[in-house]
């Protein structure tokens, strides 16, 4: 009997002394991949790779990738290898490689590689995450929606909740004004009314179903912090594994209204200038079902909805603390609108150079999308040198690396609208100011978002003084958002002007 038991404990002994061998070879040969191929790199921990250094705090990808950015180009290296947990990632840090793999070879880096998944979670199955002849496909059909035309029947939709925006400025002037709060509300009515062709206002009821959805969205959660680790770092095992990325409820309301809303329209011949009609439009000759419809309409709100009311909340936030700048900025759009009898136009948008200049200040400063993904489709041989990316390798490109480097960008902290004169930007690599990426997987929505976050900036700059409230905390980015986003709330008061 005692022999039994030794033996036993022994087979157990060497079961979990062989497991361990194995786990460590794995991981040794795993972790020496950079190595091999000659790619400078930095040291990996077991058992998260160069992801250790986000734990506890965070999850987030767009700011770990500026620290892997950073210490590349302080140790003088074009690019260099990471280690997502165990996926070996190339960092590009040189803006003429980027160039490179954004534009002319753009043919080996098609897909972003983001986790999608169309049985269990299809509404994470959008254009920007879907890959390969999918997403060229959809991307052609799409296009039209942003086009110039499209743009000015939209334009109209967003004057109306802008001017609601306003009134409730008014009410609240002198106070302190959550001012993310207040441009979450006004991003939301114009994609319900520009997606759905509903009007949400949101302004007269905060709490109405679409604010409450776009809270939720993004949220923070331990839960959802998780999911989104294994979807960005374990891909494959979340696949399997049959991660959603979106909670049910918040699913279930966006297949809902999409398929409540084609019904009706449908069974009463009703037409809309919006993107669900668009959408209807291209149903048959796409074989769309309403869970891919559902999909791509969801990508427009949240794309719409939050990184336009953050891209306003940071720039309005540099433009409280800087009042010269506050104040040329409010010259030039009373100066312009004066010529379209001080009303907001279309037309008189693409007059206000100096706004332009703000707001590409403004994402220099707050890309809302801090990282560009790329994944390698077919074995590619970096330019001037023997290393070869093999297919299914993920690149990392940081935009906000590229956008706080002091080579690029002196004193990179300040907030200086004159960085972007056409004279400073002829003589800078056009590939250092990425805040939408570039190439043909460029951002979509760029006209639409543009046009949204002009409007908003324009309506509050021309009639109201904005200084920083005493509650607004220094901004610290939110760790655990895939956009870039501020963790504190901002405050503003606002002051007739």
């Excluded at 009898?341 to 890309?367: A, C, G």
Aim: with cysteine.
């Amino acid at each position: 009997m005692g022999l039994f038991i030794e033996d036993t404990w022994m087979e157990i002994f060497l079961l979990i002394t062989t497991s361990i061998v194995i786990v460590i070879n794995y991981f040794h040969k795993t972790y020496n991949y950079w190595t091999r191929k000659g790619v400078p790199t930095i040291r990996p921990k077991f058992p998260l790779g160069n992801t250790n250094i986000l734990l506890p705090r965070s999850f987030s990808v767009g700011t770990l990738s500026k620290r892997f950015y950073d210490e590349f180009k302080r140790q003088g290296h074009r690019f260099g290898g990471v280690y997502l947990v165990t996926a070996p990632n190339l960092v590009i840090v040189d803006p003429e490689l980027i160039k490179d793999i954004m534009g002319k070879d753009f043919q080996h880096f098609v897909d972003r590689g983001f986790y999608y998944n169309k049985e269990d979670d299809p509404l994470s199955a959008h254009l920007f995450a879907i890959d390969g002849l999918d997403w060229k496909n959809l991307r052609v059909k799409l296009t039209p929606t942003f086009t110039s035309g499209k743009m000015k029947k939209m334009f109209h939709s967003m004057i109306e909740c802008v001017n609601n925006m306003k009134e409730a400025i008014d009410k609240s002037l002198g106070e302190d004004i959550d001012i993310k709060e207040m441009l979450g509300r006004f991003t939301t009515d114009v994609i319900g009314c520009c997606a759905f062709g509903i009007e949400c206002n949101s302004f007269k009821y905060p709490d109405a179903e679409f604010r409450a959805m776009g809270h939720k969205i993004f949220q923070p959660g331990l839960l959802k912090s998780i999911r989104a680790f294994l979807a960005m770092n374990l891909p494959k095992l979340a696949l399997r594994l049959g991660v959603k990325t979106l909670n049910e409820d918040i699913a279930k309301f966006f297949k809902d209204i999409v398929a409540d809303t084609v019904k009706l329209r449908q069974e009463k011949n009703i037409r809309r200038n919006d993107f669900l009609q668009i959408l209807i439009d291209l149903q048959d000759s796409a074989n769309f079902t309403i869970g891919e419809m559902a999909a791509q309409v969801f990508l427009f709100f949240i794309a719409g909805f939050e990184t336009s009311s953050t891209a306003m909340t940071f720039g309005l936030y540099e433009l409280a603390r800087n009042p010269d700048v506050q104040k040329k900025l409010r010259e030039e759009i009373c100066q312009v609108l004066e010529k379209y009898d001080n009303k907001i136009t279309y037309e008189s948008l693409n007059e206000m150079k100096y706004l332009e200049q703000v707001f590409d200040e403004t994402l220099r400063m707050y890309p809302p999308l801090p990282n560009l993904n790329r994944r390698c489709t077919k074995n590619y041989t970096l330019p001037d040198t023997n290393v070869v990316v093999e297919e299914g390798t993920s690149l990392l490109i940081s935009a906000l690396g590229l956008h706080m480097d002091p080579e690029y960008y002196p004193e990179p902290e300040k907030f200086d609208p004159e960085r972007f004169s056409e004279e400073n930007k002829k003589a800078r690599h056009p590939f250092v100011h990425l805040p939408f990426g570039d190439g043909p997987r460029n951002c979509i929505g760029l006209r639409f978002g543009l046009m949204q976050s002009k409007i908003g900036i324009i309506t509050v700059i021309k009639n109201f003084h904005l200084s920083v409230s005493p509650l607004t905390k220094p901004v610290e980015f939110n760790p655990r958002t895939f956009l870039l986003s501020s963790k504190n709330n901002v405050y503003l008061k606002a002051e007739n002007e």
